[in-house]
């Protein structure tokens, strides 16, 4: 299972915001703020929790995601959260899990606090058949003294339909 949940993550395309494979050009604010998400998914693909718990800020952390219980809250948040999704994995029968990401279509930066939301498409096979489901992830950082950190994020989108994998 924890092979799964890392090849969930493993397909998560951040390298300059990539967009159907190919990078996108960023400005440098925006560069800022992908850092800890690439932090957070190369700790994460590697088995590494405590690496990817350092992309979070310590204490704060919320994530908001459609499976039960649906939101998570504070240090232990990423920890609860992937238990959970590992639990859903299972339960709903699904294989062949993979997250793609494009390129922001918004950001805000507001001194030490910043918005950044993107398109997704979570793609897997459930019971053998090709599902996707497009969506748009919403990240909130902070900055700190070592640098911006994911205070929370949310998984929003419309129920899975049959097809194959997708792009955003």
């Known amino acids: 299972m ?7 993550f493993g397909a ?3 390298g300059g915001w990539a967009l159907g494979g190919a990078a996108v050009a960023q400005a440098p604010e925006q560069a800022e703020l992908g850092a800890p998400i690439h932090r957070f998914i190369d700790a994460f693909n590697k088995g590494d929790m405590a690496g990817a718990a350092a992309a979070y800020a310590p204490a704060d952390l919320t994530i908001v995601d459609e499976l039960p219980p649906y939101i998570w809250r504070g240090p232990g948040a990423l920890g609860a959260w ?3 999704l590992m639990k859903d994995v299972a339960r ?3 294989s062949n899990p993979a997250v793609a990401v494009g390129e922001p279509v918004r950001w805000e930066v507001d001194g030490a606090s910043a918005y950044v939301i993107a398109p997704a498409v979570y793609s897997y096979k459930q019971n053998g058949v090709d ?3 497009p969506s748009r992830m919403t990240f909130t950082l902070a ?3 070592d640098g911006w950190k994911i205070t929370s994020w949310t998984w929003t989108g419309p129920k899975p339909t049959p097809g194959p994998p997708g792009k955003p």
């Open 2 to 8: 924890r092979s799964v949940l890392f090849g969930l």
């Open 12 to 14: 998560l395309t951040l």
């Open 92 to 94: 709903r029968g699904l």
């Open 131 to 133: 599902m996707q489901e």
């Open 82 to 84: 992937a238990g959970d």
């Open 143 to 145: 900055k700190g003294a």
